[in-house]
C-alpha cells in the first residue's frame, strides 16, 4: 500500500523561506514521478512542480518559478520542495502526489497523494 506523508509546512512572514518533505513508501520510489500540488480554500487544486523518478527532469508552474525547487532523494524515498522568497498568494495547503503521469499538471493523472501540509505566509 502506497503511503505519502508530507511534512515541513508552518506559518512564516512574506520573503521567507520552508522546505517540505515528502515521505514515499509502498513501491519502487524511483520508478514514479513526484509532484507537488498546491490548494487555496475556494480554489481548484493547482500543479506546482514535478521531477522525474530519476530526478533528471523537473517542471514548475510560472507562478513558482525561480523561487521553488523540487528534488528527490531515491534512497531516502523522499521528495523535497525548497520554497524561497514566499508571499501570501503562496498560502495553501501542499500535496505530493506520486504517479506516471501522461500530463504532469493535471491532478487526476496521479495515483496516490498526502494528507497535505499547511503553508500560511504573513504580509
Known amino acids: 500500500q502506497v503511503q505519502l506523508v508530507e511534512s515541513g509546512g508552518g506559518l512564516v512572514q512574506a520573503g521567507g523561506s520552508l522546505r517540505l518533505s515528502c515521505a514515499a513508501s509502498?513501491?519502487?520510489?524511483?520508478?514514479?514521478?513526484m509532484a507537488w500540488f498546491r490548494q487555496a480554500p475556494g480554489k481548484e487544486r493547482e500543479f506546482v512542480a514535478v521531477?522525474?523518478?530519476?530526478?533528471?527532469?523537473?517542471y514548475y508552474a510560472d507562478s513558482v518559478k525561480g523561487r521553488f525547487t523540487i528534488s528527490r532523494d531515491n534512497a531516502k524515498n523522499t521528495v523535497y520542495l525548497q520554497m524561497n522568497s514566499l508571499q501570501p498568494e503562496d498560502t495553501a495547503t501542499y500535496y505530493c502526489?506520486?504517479?506516471?503521469?501522461?500530463?504532469?499538471?493535471?491532478?487526476?493523472?496521479?495515483?496516490?497523494w498526502g494528507q497535505g501540509t499547511q503553508v500560511t505566509v504573513s504580509s
Open positions: 502526489a506520486q504517479g506516471r503521469p501522461q500530463y504532469y499538471s493535471r491532478p487526476q493523472n496521479y495515483d496516490f
Open positions: 509502498g513501491r519502487t520510489f524511483s520508478s514514479y514521478a
Open positions: 521531477i522525474s523518478g530519476s530526478g533528471g527532469l523537473t
